[in-house]
């Protein structure tokens, strides 16, 4: 008895200390320099790429009721977005953008399995430097490190625009959609996922609800989410914007990643303690935020909503 006992307080205390810190050592949005130093951070820990691969986004899931292998489920969103977006109409050699690209998974599949010249953008310097390491030689990516409210790039310069949770970063929503439009063809693609906040017309958001979106905000360097509604009116609002904006809430079946992502930890344990102890710790820390994130997109305070604009051209 004495021995269960001990080990419950000890869980216990180990438990309040993780949450202290959770709660006191956020990573809240102070400028474009937080997210950059927070994904440089993440990338250079390897933390998450050794538990969740090449892709730092959510999966899908046709069936949630079904397993699916969590990283298998990254590459098919992949495709499913490449389909509902209309990229699989494109052809070989068309150049495509994708902005905010992490280690570059989402762009080494679009040019190893759809043939497309792909430039990945990151305002991380580690996750550029990564997906150059990550990426063969005989793929055609390039990657650099350029902020997504002031590309670097021509007016009509790309047949295709990516951007998979992008967006929550983005602290000018508006700026963001312009400049995401700015830089594609007329007659091009656009696709774009998101993790988005309930819009205010479904009912305003009670103290618990405020609270939770706080914290996502704060432990993840994400200066504010838009609504579905929200952003779509962004991109039609948007100067550059060449046909109608088409959305589609992929909540269902992108909610299972959230508690994938923690048993990930528990499948490849090698993964994390190969790292040290203090990568378990860094491990146990993301946990909290996670499970948040899950009731959020559970109860409907959040959503995942996806992009694409259907051309007058």
Same mark, same amino acid.
């Given at each position: 008895?004495?021995?269960?006992?001990?080990?419950?307080?000890?869980?216990?205390?180990?438990?309040?200390?993780?949450?202290?810190?959770?709660?006191?050592?956020?990573?809240?949005?102070?400028?474009?320099?937080?997210?950059?130093?927070?994904?440089?951070? !993440?990338?250079?820990?390897?933390?998450?790429?050794?538990?969740?691969?090449?892709?730092?986004?959510?999966? #899908?899931?046709?069936?949630?009721?079904?397993?699916?292998? #969590?990283?298998?489920?990254?590459?098919?969103?992949?495709?499913?977005?490449?389909? !509902?977006?209309?990229?699989?109409?494109?052809?070989?050699?068309?150049?495509?953008?994708?902005?905010?690209?992490?280690?570059?998974?989402?762009?080494?599949?679009?040019?190893?399995?759809?043939? #497309?010249?792909?430039?990945?953008?990151?305002?991380?310097?580690?996750?550029?430097?990564?997906?150059?390491?990550?990426?063969?030689?005989?793929?055609?990516?390039?990657?650099?490190?350029?902020?997504?409210?002031?590309?670097?790039?021509?007016?009509?310069?790309?047949?295709?625009?990516?951007?998979?949770?992008?967006?929550?970063?983005?602290?000018?929503?508006?700026?963001?959609?312009?400049?995401?439009?700015?830089?594609?063809?007329?007659?091009?693609?656009?696709?774009?996922?998101?993790?988005?906040?309930?819009?205010?017309?479904?009912?305003?958001?009670?103290?618990?609800?405020?609270?939770?979106?706080?914290?996502?905000?704060?432990?993840?360097?994400?200066?504010?989410?838009?609504?579905?509604?929200?952003?779509?009116?962004?991109?039609?609002?948007?100067?550059?914007?060449?046909?109608?904006?088409?959305?589609?809430?992929?909540?269902?079946?992108?909610?299972?990643?959230?508690?994938?992502?923690?048993?990930?930890?528990?499948?490849?344990?090698?993964?994390?303690?190969?790292?040290?102890?203090?990568?378990?710790?860094?491990?146990?820390?993301?946990?909290?935020?996670?499970?948040?994130?899950?009731?959020?997109?559970?109860?409907?305070?959040?959503?995942?909503?996806?992009?694409?604009?259907?051309?007058?051209?």
């Amino acid at each position: 008895m004495f021995s269960v006992l001990y080990i419950f307080l000890v869980v216990a205390l180990l438990f309040g200390i993780l949450l202290f810190t959770w709660s006191r050592q956020d990573r809240r949005y102070q400028s474009n320099d937080s997210v950059a130093s927070a994904y440089d951070d !993440w990338t250079n820990d390897r933390l998450l790429e050794r538990l969740w691969g090449d892709h730092i986004h959510l999966g #899908f899931y046709e069936n949630p009721i079904f397993e699916k292998d #969590f990283r298998k489920a990254k590459v098919d969103l992949v495709h499913e977005l490449v389909a !509902w977006c209309g990229f699989d109409k494109l052809p070989k050699g068309s150049r495509i953008l994708d902005v905010g690209c992490g280690i570059g998974g989402s762009a080494r599949i679009l040019a190893r399995d759809y043939g #497309f010249e792909v430039l990945g953008i990151s305002i991380s310097p580690a996750q550029v430097k990564r997906a150059v390491e990550l990426t063969p030689q005989n793929l055609t990516c390039d990657f650099q490190v350029m902020d997504a409210l002031a590309l670097e790039l021509d007016n009509n310069s790309f047949d295709g625009v990516w951007s998979v949770e992008a967006g929550p970063h983005m602290p000018d929503k508006q700026k963001y959609a312009d400049e995401l439009l700015r830089v594609l063809r007329p007659g091009g693609f656009l696709a774009v996922a998101d993790w988005n906040s309930r819009d205010t017309l479904e009912g305003s958001m009670n103290s618990l609800e405020k609270l939770i979106v706080r914290q996502l905000l704060n432990q993840w360097a994400h200066p504010a989410f838009s609504s579905i509604n929200g952003f779509r009116a962004n991109l039609l609002r948007s100067s550059f914007c060449q046909g109608y904006i088409e959305t589609a809430d992929w909540t269902a079946a992108t909610l299972p990643s959230w508690m994938e992502s923690i048993w990930e930890g528990f499948r490849r344990p090698e993964a994390i303690l190969g790292l040290g102890p203090k990568a378990l710790f860094q491990g146990l820390r993301e946990i909290p935020t996670i499970l948040m994130m899950r009731w959020a997109f559970a109860r409907g305070l959040m959503k995942f909503g996806v992009f694409r604009m259907s051309s007058c051209s």
